[in-house]
T-cell receptor, first 114, second 113 residues
Framework: AAGVIQSPRHLIKEKRETATLKCYPI?????VYWYQQGPGQDPQFLIS???????DKGSIPDRFSAQQFSDYHSELNMSSLELGDSALYFC?????????????FGEGSWLTVV | KNQVEQSPQSLIILEGKNCTLQ??????????LRWYKQDTGRGPVSLTI?????NTKSNGRYTATLDADTKQSSLHITASQLSDSASYIC????????????FGSGTRLSIRP
């Protein structure tokens, strides 16, 4: 069965550079979530989209932005990268608002800022 | 204070043995409770999902229980295998906001041959 696809899997950037992560949800899933998980930390919710509109916002820094496109894939754009942005970023998808539905996670994208 | 507490933080058992992981939560009201398995550096994989009205749900060798009155859930793993070594995370969805699911800190399970 198709899963949530994230790319790239690994990314190394220098401080103050920009990075873009992509997420392709499971077919027919219209809700996408982005999470940031630092080493040894709980995943932190960043932002979510439902039907291409932002549905919820968590602890996403102002330097980050995200959007969901017409094909439901989503991109997380991170600018002015800082060392503390080094983390595993994973996205998840679910049908509709996930209430009562399973949220499926991607494999994650490792971002290392040097 | 985390609204989802898991215990133990880490656990080591021998291959073939059973184990039970605990999850206590204070999130109320909640929509559902999920257990995930997360291998190091990878995204969580769903094991079970239960609504407040469900008491137990099984997925192969994994059986989750839920007591909505005491706000406790457990994940029981039978006949453990080396591939079960991972972090097991309890995740609760508040009824008020499905997006802001609350993660427990996980239990790091290590299976020894």
């Amino acid at each position: 069965a198709a899963g949530v696809i994230q790319s790239p899997r690994h990314l190394i950037k220098e401080k103050r550079e920009t990075a873009t992560l992509k997420c392709y949800p499971i077919p027919r899933h219209d809700t996408v979530y982005w999470y940031q998980q630092g080493p040894g930390q709980d995943p932190q919710f960043l932002i979510s989209f439902y039907e291409k509109m932002q549905s919820d916002k968590g602890s996403i820094p102002d330097r980050f932005s995200a959007q969901q496109f017409s094909d439901y894939h989503s991109e997380l754009n991170m600018s002015s990268l800082e060392l503390g942005d080094s983390a595993l970023y994973f996205c998840a998808s679910s049908p509709r608002a996930a209430r009562g539905n399973t949220i499926y996670f991607g494999e994650g994208s490792w971002l290392t800022v040097v | 204070k985390n609204q989802v507490e898991q215990s133990p933080q880490s656990l080591i058992i021998l291959e073939g043995k059973n184990c039970t992981l605990q999850c206590n939560y204070t999130v109320s009201p909640f929509s559902n409770l999920r257990w995930y398995k997360q291998d190091t550096g990878r995204g969580p994989v769903s094991l079970t999902i239960m609504t407040f009205s469900e008491n137990t749900k099984s997925n192969g060798r994994y059986t989750a229980t839920l007591d909505a009155d005491t706000k406790q859930s457990s994940l029981h793993i039978t006949a453990s295998q080396l591939s079960d070594s991972a972090s097991y995370i309890c995740v609760v969805s508040p009824y008020s906001s499905a997006s802001k699911i609350i993660f427990g800190s996980g239990t790091r399970l290590s299976i020894r041959p």
